[in-house]
């Protein structure tokens, strides 16, 4: 189990990192060659960047389950991991509400951009 754990996130966290990477440089291209920033880019960034972090937050959980009741103690290196994902997803730039932001736009729906 530990074994498909570690691959199903270490597979996760690769592609939610090329997927982050991608939508920056094509945005990072239309920019450069004089476009402007539009809703559409800022809500590509919002939900690749969430993604992300929540992908990292699944590789995290993956390992501190593995390594069992030591990873609870301020000496395992994974304690402080632990608690630092789990702040970034509850802190604005990880919230799960983004993605029911990013979903509104792409539907065409009444969205709210202002964390966007």
Not at 48 to 70: C, F, L, P, Q, W
Not at 106 to 114: I, K, Q
Request: no cysteine.
């Amino acid at each position: 189990m530990v074994q498909t754990n570690l691959a199903q996130a270490e597979i996760g966290i690769r592609s939610a990192r090329a997927y982050l990477v991608q939508e920056l440089a094509k945005i990072w291209k239309e920019i450069s060659a004089g476009g402007a920033l539009t809703i559409e880019h800022r809500i590509m960034i919002r939900g690749a960047s969430t993604n992300a972090i929540h992908k990292g937050r699944e590789a995290v959980d993956m390992a501190y389950n593995a390594a069992g009741a030591t990873a609870i103690f301020e000496s395992h290196p994974l304690e402080r991991r632990f608690r630092d994902i789990h702040t970034v997803t509850q802190q604005l730039q990880g919230r799960l509400s983004h993605f029911e932001t990013v979903g509104a736009w792409m539907m065409g729906a009444d969205a709210d951009l202002t964390w966007v």
